[in-house]
């Protein structure tokens, strides 16, 4: 804790501004990645949705944030300051659309939209803050901007809770998802673009102008970005997608597991749920401090494996202390991840290509997700058991450390040096 204090007490003004606008744009995407589940038994009975479709409903909507690399794509030539406020605004846009829909399918659709941009708030403000901030409060920008943006799903909570008060039921919850439009005007006056990415820009220009293309160092075009960091995105892809082929069902099930498995009430469910949670933000926080100090690469293998172990655990646990501690430690883990995985995104590639990486993040953390609940079905039909199913997705937790022993430590080093300019990696 002394840690986190002298961290923050060292930020400089100008960080605390940045902080300030980026974690105000993410309160949305928290808030609208948690609504629709929240609201699902509402909207199922006021749409008259089939039970048969709601799966291919909610699977319509995930697909929305794969669609996020093109954001950062564009990005990468256009500005993260103006895509993230157009994030923010889309993803309030599509919100309020949203509590119009007549059909399951319409508001399936309107509300990949607004997964499409909410993930394109969550990538542009960690490629921000890891941009504007120094490189020894790197780490520490990130925890908090998922930590302080998490407050979001908090807000989505507290909201549900008086659903059936609100007028126009859950509707409303859906309208209060565009509180992010409220932010734009302020976005707009205080939130300046990057100084990497000025600086990038103007190089290029250059670049484009001289006679001799050797005469100023600039960041390569997009197909030679990928071409010449591809080892390191094989390596970000090896990073992300097996993580989140085991994270998704190791956390999408803990509900049912706990009421149809364990016996427990919806009640004692939603308290240890309640309680254990608070291990997400802690986990924010915590894994942006301590990898600042001591490297981001063991700091991913160590959370790696221990969650892989906390699920092992909490899928196969006998007592309910056993079930608390694993049930933590999901969380801890999975709020750990969200902040390291963002970092590694940021940190390994350069300026002309950071957005782009962040995005490729984003999809293959979905891509995964999917993955993972299709492989345990799968499982299923063989084990008839889903913890057996899930523990047996565990084989695949060496392959995040073992790739992240082939990529360069990042932490505490200048963007420029982890990924310089047309280097080869």
Known sequence: MSSLLSSLRGLSS??????????????????????????????????????EEVGELFALIRVGAVFSLFLGVLADRLGRRRLLIASVAGCALFNIATAFAQEGWVLAWLQMGSRFFMAGQILLAGVVVSEELKA?????????????????????????????????????????????????????????????????????????????????????????????????????????????????????????HMQDGLGFSPGGVSLMIGLCGAATPLGNL????????????????????????????????????????????????????????????????????????????????????????YGLGALYDVTQSHPESITWLLVLTPIAPIALLFVPETAGRNLEDIAPAGAKK
């Open 14 to 51: 100008h960080e605390r501004s940045v902080l300030a606008a980026t974690c105000l744009s993410s309160l949305g995407s928290f808030y609208s990645m948690a609504v629709a589940a929240f609201a699902l038994p509402q909207i199922q009975t006021g749409l008259a949705i089939p039970e």
């Open 136 to 256: 020894e409060n790197r780490g520490l920008g990130l925890g908090l901007l998922s930590a302080i943006g998490g407050l979001g799903g908090a807000l989505t909570l507290l909201v549900y809770a008086f659903v059936d008060d609100l007028p126009y039921g859950w509707r409303s919850l859906f309208v209060v998802g565009g509180f992010g439009l409220l932010w734009v005007p302020w976005l707009l006056g205080s939130l300046s673009e990057t100084r990497r990415f000025t600086a990038h820009h103007a190089d290029s220009q250059l670049a484009s102008n001289s006679d001799s293309a050797e005469a100023v160092p600039s960041d390569p075009s997009m197909g030679e970005g990928f071409a010449e960091y591809r080892w390191r995105f094989l390596a970000l892809v090896a990073i992300v997608l097996p993580v989140w082929i085991i994270a998704e069902p190791g956390s999408f099930f803990v509900s049912k």
């Open 286 to 373: 915590l894994s942006g401090v301590l990898s600042d100090r001591f490297g981001r690469k063991p700091a991913t293998i160590g959370v790696c494996l221990m969650l892989s172990i906390a699920i092992g655990l909490f899928y196969n646990a006998n007592g309910t202390v056993t079930l608390g501690i694993g049930l933590g430690l999901i969380f801890l883990g999975i709020g750990s991840l969200m902040v390291l995985q963002a970092a590694l995104a940021t940190e390994l590639f350069p300026t002309g290509l950071r957005s782009s990486a962040s995005g490729v993040r984003e999809a293959f953390a979905t891509i995964g997700a999917a993955a993972g609940l």
